[in-house]
């Protein structure tokens, strides 16, 4: 099979994943309390469906909102509602939760179980997926239910199995161990979507994932996978329905307008468990691993579950890190508190040492051209930075400044390790600000 890439920019990066790609998944017990966060997605935050000393059950739904853009929360334990309070979430905001006291019954709510796709229509599995909650669990957030709900008609749906960001490991995981999941949420996906076709991309660092993609869809006319080379960022949106079918999504526009819809691994098993056993979003797989963590490893976590409970369990910190990352190293941040709860998008907890973390420098831009030839979008990565940290945001906007996909490569090459990303993400913050007040 012929591995496929995009053509613009792009770079290899170190992939630092050989300390957790060979070990299977893990389930860790849930803890004694967990804090659910009524926003854990992209758009508007859900309302408390329950009251402080109100008992619930595992999978229970505990918070949801009446915004077309938002996804309901359910409890990851039974037990008893303790409190209705703000806590921190690992990016540092404050966000209002429900924290339940796991009775350790894990007494859970029954789920309609559907052993085939065949009685379901299309909207029937929208409902689905709405009601179990599921937002795009590689690390955006956004409600998988509007998503599937396409404007325009689609004909492919393509997974992402990229999972080019280094040290992440629970897709490929996934991958490995839930193979047959992965393709009944990659069928329902292309029901739903009345899409024809699907498509697997896989990076060839992953060989025993694609070989047992490839051997589950071989008698297939329909689904094929596709090998990607191991390039960053191969996993964006735009640049896989690139690589994988030859469209170019314009500037400004999303994939339906090429007629695709791209899907993560992750989100695509937790539709497989909500159509197959009824089960909603309240437990995830994340990867825990760097070098100052004694057993890195990949976790079923049941979210709301503190991080620090997450790193205790896998044997603690070996030494002080550097740095505590949520998500990856190139598009993820440092973890604002350890207390912050496991969230649906947190694919990873990163526990590196100083030769692992770049210290950002800014020294003066030297003009070498680097962040330019790797931007994947084509933009001037140099200049969009400079206007961005000035605040001159109507320059920023006139170099494309909202095509940015906040890949973070352009900061990783620059020799004098300018923060060009973060200043980029902060443009584009102001800019939409600005123009939603016009
Ligand atoms: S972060 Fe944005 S500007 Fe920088 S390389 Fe990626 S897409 Fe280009
Ligand atoms: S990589 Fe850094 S130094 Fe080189 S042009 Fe870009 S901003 Fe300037």
Excluded at 95 to 119: M, P
Excluded at 192 to 201: D, P, Q, W
Excluded at 218 to 223: A, L, Q
Excluded at 406 to 414: D, I, P
């Amino acid at each position: 099979m012929a591995v496929k890439t995009f053509p613009r920019g792009g770079g290899t990066i170190p992939h630092r994943k050989e300390a957790t790609e060979n070990k299977a998944i893990v389930v860790m017990p849930a803890p004694k309390e967990v804090v659910i966060p009524l926003q854990q997605h992209l758009g508007a935050p859900c309302d408390a469906l329950v009251e402080v000393g109100e008992s619930v059950k595992l999978g229970q739904k505990i918070g949801s909102g009446s915004h077309v853009i938002s996804a309901a929360v359910h409890a990851s334990v039974s037990g008893r509602v303790k409190a209705l309070a703000k806590r921190m979430l690992v990016d540092g905001r404050e966000i209002q939760c429900v924290i339940i006291e796991n009775d350790g019954r894990d007494e859970q709510v029954a789920g309609k179980q559907n052993e085939t796709l065949d009685g379901l229509s299309p909207e029937r599995i929208r409902t689905i997926v709405k009601e179990a909650g599921i937002v795009g669990m590689g690390g955006a957030g956004f409600p998988t239910h509007v998503k599937l709900d396409v404007p325009k008609p689609v004909d492919t749906v393509i997974i992402n199995g990229a999972e080019c960001e280094p040290y992440l490991t629970c897709d490929h995981r996934l991958l490995v161990e839930k193979s047959k999941d992965v393709l009944f949420g990659l069928r329902a996906v292309m029901k739903a979507a009345k899409a024809e076709n699907g498509i697997l991309g896989i990076e060839v660092n992953k060989p025993d994932a694609l070989e047992a993609m490839s051997e589950l869809v071989k008698d297939d006319t329909n689904i094929s996978v596709v090998p990607l080379q191991v390039r960053y960022p191969q996993g964006g949106e735009k640049q896989l329905i690139k690589a994988v079918t030859g469209r170019e999504v314009p500037s400004g526009a999303l994939p339906f307008e090429v007629k695709c819809l791209v899907s993560n691994v992750h989100t695509v098993t937790a539709i497989a468990d909500a159509l197959q056993k009824g089960m909603n979003l309240y437990q995830r797989v994340v990867t825990v691993t760097g070098k100052h963590i004694h057993d890195p490893r990949n976790v079923m976590v049941r979210l709301g579950t503190p991080v620090r409970a997450v790193i205790e369990f896998c044997g603690g910190m070996a030494g002080n890190p550097e740095a505590v990352v949520a998500g990856g190293p190139m598009t993820g941040c440092r973890i604002a508190s350890l207390d912050a709860p496991v969230v649906k998008t947190l694919a990873g907890i990163l526990l590196l040492g100083k030769d692992e973390v770049s210290p950002p420098l800014n020294e003066p831009c030297i003009r070498c051209g680097r962040c330019v030839d790797a931007c994947p979008m084509g933009l001037t990565p140099s200049m969009l930075g400079f206007y961005s940290e000035q605040g001159m945001i109507d320059g920023a906007e006139a170099l494309h400044a909202m095509d940015c996909i906040e890949c973070g490569l352009c900061a990783f090459v620059c020799p004098s390790g300018r923060e060009l990303s973060d200043w980029i993400k902060q443009g584009k913050q102001a800019i939409t600000k600005r123009n939603s007040n016009k």
